[in-house]
């Protein structure tokens, strides 16, 4: 009998707020001295039973270039920006359902299901919970909309409203987006648990904008009394615009979004084990990059010149439980990077791996036959074409600009070498002694730098960048 695979993404995951990962608290929490800075107890229970990866890292960012590393394998931000899914492209769906695998997709994540992108293709069930950022659902104009906080601190106000029209009907915690997914993802799995071999992807977006938990997962986080205004979708970039009280509440609100979304993913592992399939399921526990909240002086994901993607953005959580305990309780230091999870999960099932696929296996590091996959590992995204830049900018607010290239970033054990294009200063930090990334030590380690630009001018060469922009970080 084949076996199963379930893969789960939140979206806009912070590594410092999944408990777990034992990571110092980033900030302090007002009024909640002495008291736990996060709370996931679901995925601190996944994690004792699966393999932790500590350096898992992102390729390409962020929302739909992610999926499409996850879906080919390959590494996008070299030569694609923000687009759909090509037609000649190979994805994991597909590959998956000529193996014999009945495939399906479970997502609120609105740009998966946006227009033409083609993310749906390969599933023989897909479903759609609508009503997501930027989702066009509702159009009903009496219903109310007022953004609780004044205009200029709100990103895309016209988007803010159109979500809250989308949840005009929200009453219980399990209306909840996040909830409504895994709890349909849970269904789906109950009637197919006799299936011969299943895959099963689910999607959902939160914790990403807007930041609008339920009152009771807020109050855990909340500054206690605070009365000020409700930042749901801050403005991207510097993050001055708000108060000290008004960033802390923006944090509270994240903060209990993800414990939202531990309870639900909870309840669809929960329904796996109930159901049996502990012993012959595979679970991918993921997200697709983090989100700044001051880190840096900065908010959100923005772009440009203030697109560094520094150590919050770039390295994430990742939770693979292997039905045979593999690695259970296990802290995995290698390098990972999203487009090795395609060869992973056809590996798992014995299934061949495209010759399209950049990518490599984890097991034969987990299985002690290799010490690591990667020597480093490479983060970045490509500025949008024109034809993409609408849909990007509607569902992900400033995903990046259209003509100007932000920094790459190469990672390693210890160092983090931030390569900026052109005329911009590049920077190094020292993870190992500085892993906030406080202090650049570029001119006292010129040859760590040198080698990782090296490595990264090779890497974009070999993934088939286009020389132009290639050229664009040709310099230290």
Same mark, same amino acid.
Not at 70 to 77: D, I, K, P, V
Not at 378 to 399: E, I, K
């Given at each position: 009998?084949?076996?199963?695979?379930?893969?789960?993404?939140?979206?806009?995951?912070?590594?410092?707020?999944?408990?777990?990962?034992?990571?110092?608290?980033?900030?302090?929490?007002?009024?909640?001295?002495?008291?736990?800075?996060?709370?996931?107890?679901?995925?601190?229970?996944?994690?004792?039973?699966?393999?932790?990866?500590?350096?898992?890292?992102?390729?390409?960012?962020?929302?739909?270039?992610?999926?499409?590393?996850?879906?080919?394998?390959?590494?996008?931000?070299?030569?694609?920006?923000?687009?759909?899914?090509?037609?000649?492209?190979?994805?994991?769906?597909?590959?998956?359902?000529?193996?014999?695998?009945?495939?399906?997709?479970?997502?609120?994540?609105?740009?998966?299901?946006?227009?033409?992108?083609?993310?749906?293709?390969?599933?023989?069930?897909?479903?759609?919970?609508?009503?997501?950022?930027?989702?066009?659902?509702?159009?009903?104009?009496?219903?109310?909309?007022?953004?609780?906080?004044?205009?200029?601190?709100?990103?895309?106000?016209?988007?803010?409203?159109?979500?809250?029209?989308?949840?005009?009907?929200?009453?219980?915690?399990?209306?909840?987006?996040?909830?409504?997914?895994?709890?349909?993802?849970?269904?789906?799995?109950?009637?197919?648990?006799?299936?011969?071999?299943?895959?099963?992807?689910?999607?959902?977006?939160?914790?990403?904008?807007?930041?609008?938990?339920?009152?009771?997962?807020?109050?855990?986080?909340?500054?206690?009394?605070?009365?000020?205004?409700?930042?749901?979708?801050?403005?991207?970039?510097?993050?001055?615009?708000?108060?000290?009280?008004?960033?802390?509440?923006?944090?509270?609100?994240?903060?209990?979004?993800?414990?939202?979304?531990?309870?639900?993913?909870?309840?669809?592992?929960?329904?796996?084990?109930?159901?049996?399939?502990?012993?012959?399921?595979?679970?991918?526990?993921?997200?697709?990059?983090?989100?700044?909240?001051?880190?840096?002086?900065?908010?959100?994901?923005?772009?440009?010149? %203030? *697109? /560094?993607? $520094?150590?919050? #953005? =770039?390295?994430?959580?990742?939770?693979?439980?292997? !039905? @045979?305990?593999?690695?259970?309780?296990?802290?995995?230091?290698?390098?990972?990077?999203?487009?090795?999870?395609?060869?992973?999960?056809?590996?798992?099932?014995?299934?061949?791996?495209?010759?399209?696929?950049?990518?490599?296996?984890?097991?034969?590091?987990?299985?002690?036959?290799?010490?690591?996959?990667?020597?480093?590992?490479?983060?970045?995204?490509?500025? %949008? *074409? /024109?034809? $993409?830049?609408? #849909? =990007?900018?509607?569902?992900?607010?400033?995903?990046? !600009? @259209?003509?100007?290239?932000?920094?790459?970033?190469?990672?390693?054990?210890?160092?983090?070498?931030?390569?900026?294009?052109?005329?911009?200063?590049?920077?190094?930090?020292?993870?190992?002694?500085?892993?906030?990334?406080?202090?650049?030590?570029?001119?006292?380690?010129?040859?760590?730098?040198?080698?990782?630009?090296?490595?990264?001018?090779?890497?974009?060469?070999?993934?088939?960048?286009?020389?132009?922009?290639?050229?664009?970080?040709?310099?230290?």
């Amino acid at each position: 009998m084949k076996r199963n695979v379930i893969l789960i993404m939140n979206d806009s995951l912070r590594r410092d707020h999944v408990n777990a990962y034992g990571v110092p608290a980033p900030w302090e929490r007002p009024g909640h001295a002495g008291e736990p800075f996060i709370h996931t107890p679901c995925l601190d229970k996944l994690a004792a039973e699966s393999m932790l990866f500590e350096r898992y890292y992102i390729a390409s960012y962020p929302t739909v270039p992610n999926r499409t590393d996850l879906y080919t394998g390959r590494y996008g931000f070299c030569y694609r920006g923000w687009q759909p899914l090509e037609p000649n492209d190979v994805i994991l769906p597909e590959v998956l359902k000529r193996a014999g695998y009945t495939t399906a997709l479970f997502f609120d994540t609105p740009p998966i299901g946006n227009n033409e992108y083609n993310f749906t293709r390969g599933y023989d069930a897909w479903d759609w919970i609508r009503g997501q950022l930027g989702d066009r659902y509702i159009t009903d104009p009496r219903v109310p909309t007022p953004v609780p906080a004044d205009k200029h601190k709100v990103r895309r106000v016209d988007g803010t409203q159109q979500y809250l029209r989308n949840q005009r009907d929200r009453l219980h915690e399990e209306d909840y987006l996040a909830a409504r997914t895994l709890r349909a993802a849970a269904r789906w799995v109950e009637e197919n648990a006799s299936q011969d071999g299943f895959f099963l992807w689910v999607d959902t977006w939160d914790p990403h904008e807007p930041f609008d938990p339920p009152a009771h997962y807020l109050q855990r986080y909340d500054r206690p009394g605070y009365d000020g205004q409700h930042i749901i979708f801050p403005q991207y970039g510097h993050c001055d615009y708000m108060t000290a009280d008004e960033l802390n509440h923006v944090r509270a609100l994240y903060a209990g979004e993800v414990t939202l979304c531990d309870t639900w993913v909870g309840h669809l592992i929960d329904t796996v084990d109930r159901l049996g399939l502990k012993d012959n399921t595979l679970i991918v526990y993921m997200t697709d990059h983090g989100h700044l909240f001051g880190d840096h002086g900065l908010e959100g994901k923005p772009g440009g010149q %203030l *697109g /560094t993607i $520094y150590e919050p #953005t =770039a390295r994430v959580p990742l939770i693979i439980r292997h !039905p @045979d305990g593999m690695g259970a309780g296990e802290r995995i230091g290698g390098l990972v990077q999203p487009p090795d999870i395609m060869p992973t999960i056809l590996d798992f099932l014995g299934v061949s791996v495209p010759e399209t696929v950049q990518a490599r296996s984890i097991w034969p590091m987990i299985k002690g036959r290799k010490p690591r996959i990667h020597n480093y590992a490479f983060s970045g995204r490509f500025p %949008l *074409g /024109t034809m $993409y830049s609408y #849909t =990007a900018a509607h569902f992900d607010g400033w995903a990046g !600009p @259209d003509r100007v290239a932000s920094p790459l970033t190469v990672s390693d054990e210890k160092w983090s070498y931030i390569c900026a294009p052109e005329e911009w200063p590049s920077m190094l930090f020292d993870l190992e002694h500085d892993p906030d990334q406080l202090n650049n030590v570029i001119a006292d380690h010129a040859d760590v730098a040198e080698r990782m630009h090296n490595a990264l001018l090779h890497f974009l060469e070999e993934m088939g960048s286009p020389r132009e922009r290639i050229e664009k970080f040709a310099s230290i």
